[in-house]
């Protein structure tokens, strides 16, 4: 009898920690090299950075527009996009206003990233979001790409 209710007490153990480990992310959430501090993003397609500032004017990105690819040339693996404050600091979110670009969106602090979609071969796929720090927004864009296909 002292069997049957171990095992089921065993197995539920090992799946629930099963689950967890699965579940975590196996990239640690820590930002690329950036420039950020002098508020200047990069437009690298495979790990693209924008970097966000606020100022009297209201929001700002750096670059204005990204294009990233869907996954990575060598990896064929999603790209990562990542959002960073010029301080490193602040309340930073990013909402999408069109679907089908990202996925996995996650912010903390000055830094947000997310994932690209891989997207149909020699294709385009174009999102608008809004990008809010402190509380004031800006509307910019990301352009996803097919890899490698398009120049």
Known sequence: M???????VLLTCAVLLLSTCTSMDRYPF?????????GKGNADRVIPV???DKSADGVTVHPKS?????????????????????????????RMKDE?????LECRRGHCRAK??????????QCRYA?????????PDVIIVDCCTMQ
């Open 116 to 125: 690209t979609r891989d997207i149909p071969e020699d294709s385009k796929k």
């Open 131 to 139: 990008v809010t720090l402190d509380g004031v927004e800006l509307d």
């Open 30 to 38: 820590v930002p690329p090299d950036n420039n950020c501090a002098a």
């Open 66 to 94: 990204i294009e990233a690819w869907d996954v990575g040339p060598v990896t064929k693996s999603a790209t990562m996009i990542h959002w960073i404050t010029r301080s490193g600091d602040g309340v930073l979110s990013i």
């Open 100 to 104: 089908g670009c990202i996925e996995k």
């Open 50 to 52: 924008v970097c966000v």
């Open 2 to 8: 002292a069997k049957g209710p171990l095992r089921i």
